[in-house]
């Protein structure tokens, strides 16, 4: 099952690779990865999507715990959580696509952040599963280049990750 | 130049200074090292200072396996002194074996000067991200400020919650600079706090548990050793009459010529630990970590169903490949402490009910018969020197007081199931990377700690030439060491896997164009000895130990069986009541 995980750890150089590391050298599944420092600039927020079974999970948790850098860990999928990710995207905005792309990307609450003779640039956020959606209805020939930051992820109400 | 930020001391030292003063600050009495271009300041400053010993060893891989034996032996965190770039790889190897072991060390490597990183400077290597994987922490110093904090915690990680070796990279620019020394009292980490003291619910679910157990089984490891908790143990066991068996890594944890104790288990475990292990009904594992050479085939051994309680104070090596029941986070002292604290506190009146008296009777039955089988059986006839008969006469010349270190393969399990080691930290040896090589160095290591004490270092003909170059550094040391190669003219454990799974097809394992070890021990310095008749072993075990030559080291080279195999064997993707008895070939 799909999991995302956060984490604070010390912002230090070396630590990104460390669990990185970590993914690599345990075979565990990285579908994406996102660090960047918080408000306190001593620590850094990385959010893990990741996938495996109960017992990975496990492992994957109380490996990244270990850590000497990692000072907190929580899996976002043990209570109510709110998933974001970022995308940009170039599409085609010739003849009749540059209609076309402008009503999709109003029925997906996307926002055209740039404009050129033959292409939009589209900024879409969201759950990845939406952002999936978004690109495929898209028309293939359409999308010039994609770029995604990979899953945010933080609980819902009262659940803070903080120490 | 007066450090404003310092107001305690203004004495000014060069980062190299500061380096010696750490260690002293930390009471480090060996420091087991190698010289070149990135520490010559660091040795320079050794140069000055008489408060550690330099033992300088003939390659760095030497230099971490004797500060892991130290460490072993002492259980204080074992140090070692590399250059950078092939000083700092020549390391790797003990560092990993330090890592899978849960040893602490810090070491120490020099670092090409700061600016120059990221050059492919002159005996360049990025030592932190080499050995991240294989350290339990690393650090690269980027400004002297911040070197004595780190060598500070360095220490503290190293020795705290599940031991584990730290690398301290250190830039040559920064040991020539100069700063005033002040180190800290105490460690504050907010990333890295060990728990040390179990849940005293789960340690009370626990004892009921093994109250109420009809087919108990204590299974302890290396944990033990690395907590210093076999007082402890031995109390519990005692007080509940369980049987009890040792991982590799655990033997001395218990002592082995007590009753209680069905020997190792595993692999090449007694057939009384290994059918134990898989036939009780509550299972309760002390400071081990479930390896896959302890449980063997894991469907197998989750076909019998038990109740399994786990203590330890890591929490990944809890229901990592095998899942557990009650699991308890903490130091072995401490949960155990515990647990004999309720024992005769709380669950005082319970436990002297033995409500499972009969049940556990019934137990031992079982287990005395699986002992009468006696596994560890071999023939005592033979006119070849059998290796497991060195090892019973090695364990009767010494008294069973020796510390013994092994290299690994067949000559390391025999030393295993026919040492026995009735105290921890008298079994030294690589276990979780099995590196061959390490024998000598952890002889040298162990010698240095207890300088009067009886060291042998059991080793094959293979093993012993992977680090045979420290015999210089024993001459230089005075290092009284007995190496008792067990010579099988094959890498033994590697032949007998080729007759067992590889249809006698001996590739590449025959030991072939040997030294005359006797020749070899003298040109070194020391007293060589053949012994090629069983009836010379006894005598010339007694003369290596003997008063005359208690102050030379003693390589002693014995010709052994050629096809000895080590049994009992648990076969790769066998389960553990499935193993060879030496009787069935
Ligand atoms: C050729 C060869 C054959 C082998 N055959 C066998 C065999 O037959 N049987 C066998 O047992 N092994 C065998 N081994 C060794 C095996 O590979 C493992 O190294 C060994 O089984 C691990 O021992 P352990 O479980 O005690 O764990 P260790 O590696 O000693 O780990 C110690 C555990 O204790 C925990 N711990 C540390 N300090 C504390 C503390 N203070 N409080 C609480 N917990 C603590 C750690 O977190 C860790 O989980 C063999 C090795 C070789 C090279
Ligand atoms: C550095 C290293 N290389 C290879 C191995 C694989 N290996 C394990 S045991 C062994 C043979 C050891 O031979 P020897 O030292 O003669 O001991 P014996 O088994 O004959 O007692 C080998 C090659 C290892 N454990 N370590
Ligand atoms: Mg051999």
Known sequence: ?163 | MEDPSNPTTGNQCTGAEIVIRCLQEENVKFVFGYPGGAVLNIYDAIFNQSHFKHVLVRHEQAAVHAADAYARATGEVGVALVTSGPGATNAVTGIATAYMDSIPLVVLSGQVPAPSIGMDAFQEVDMVGITRPCVKHNFLVKDIKDLAATIKKAFYIAGTGRPGPVVVDIPKDITAQFHAFSYPETVEMRSYNPILKGHSGQIKKALRLMLDAKRPMLYTGGGIILGDASEQLVKLARRLGFPITNTLMGLGGYPATDRQFVGMLGMHGTLEANMAMQDCDVLIAIGARFDDRVIGNPDHFFSKSRTIIHIDVDPSSISKRVKVDVPIVGHVQSVLGEMNDLLDGEFKAAADKKPEEAAIQAWWTQIEAWRSKKCLSYDRNSDIIKPQYVLEKLWEVTKGDAFITSDVGQHQMWAAQYYKFDKPRRWINSGGLGTMGVGLPYAMGVQLAYPDAQVACVTGEASIQMCIQELSTCKQFHLPVKVITLNNRYMGMVRQWQEFFYGNRYSESYMDALPDFVKLAEAYGHVGMRIEKPSDVEPALKEAFGPKLKERMVFMDFLTDQKENVFPMVPNGKGLSEMILAEEL
């Open chain 1, 1 to 163: 099952m799909k999991h995302i995980i956060s984490l604070l750890m010390e912002n230090e150089a070396g630590a990104l690779s460390r669990v990185a590391g970590l993914f690599s050298a345990r075979a565990y599944n990285i579908e994406s990865l996102t660090v960047a420092p918080t408000e306190d600039p001593t620590l850094s927020r990385m959010t893990i999507v990741t996938s495996g079974s109960d017992e990975v999970i496990e492992q994957i948790i109380k490996q990244l715990n270990k850590l000497v850098d990692v000072v907190k860990v929580l899996d976002l999928n043990d209570g109510r959580y709110i998933e974001r990710e970022l995308m940009l995207v170039k599409v085609k905005a010739t003849g009749p696509f540059r209609e076309e792309m402008k009503r999709m990307c109003d029925i997906f609450r996307g926002r055209i952040i740039d404009v050129a003779d033959g292409s939009y640039t589209i900024e879409l956020t969201g759950t990845g599963s939406k952002l999936d959606a978004f690109l495929e209805a898209l028309d293939k020939t359409a999308i010039l280049e994609t770029v995604r930051t990979g899953a945010s992820g933080i609980g819902r109400g009262d659940r803070i990750l903080k120490i």
